[in-house]
């Protein structure tokens, strides 16, 4: 199994509050991603990263932002969450040597009251 | 704008025969196709990938075709076991290092 870990597992939160989420990678892949799953919609791309302090947007990037000091650490927040971000996220990593396949971690399931 | 569709959210077989799962998609720039495997309370994991140079690729049981002309593709498990009950996921990409983009997943239940 890659080394991916995601913290927390768990979270409950409330409407309004700041979140972040962790995904921390020991395979010293270039890219990270951050996708969510719902219900309907599959997996959906957050945001991603192809290097330290290089990001950019994915399709549902509205509410979120992200940060990628390290190359083995990739964080998510939602500055003021809301209820429809209540989600199961999920973070993936790839390597750069002409690697299609992502490799994802276990997720973190938030839910937002 | 779905880009990769899953038309069947569910699908159920009896062990031992085959499982088909399809996935159509409409984005002619995807040039590499990948299969997901996501049991409940764990992440994706990877199973198979086709490259679109290729129309079949396969890994022991699992077998992927792709048929171009009709954006289509499909994962066929033989046999099928209760252990592949699971949510699968197809994926396609332009390049590598790309975003993956998903379908919506299809719910696999293989009854003894």
Redesign the interface.
Known sequence: DAGITQSPRHKVTETGTPVTLRCHQTENHRYMYWYRQDPGHGLRLIHYSYGVKDTDKGEVSDGYSVSRSKTEDFLLTLESATSSQTSVYFCAISDSQGQREQYFGPGTRLTVT | DQQ?K?NS?SLSVQEGRISILNCDYTNSMFD?F?W?KKYP??????LI?ISSIKDKNEDGRFTVFLNKSAKHLSLHIVPSQPGDSAVY?C?A?VK??S???????TQLTVNP
């Open positions: 990769v899953q959210p590499y990948l997901y309370a764990e992440g994706p994991t990877f990938s996921f994926a990409s590598s290092g975003r993956l983009t998903f379908g919506e997943g």
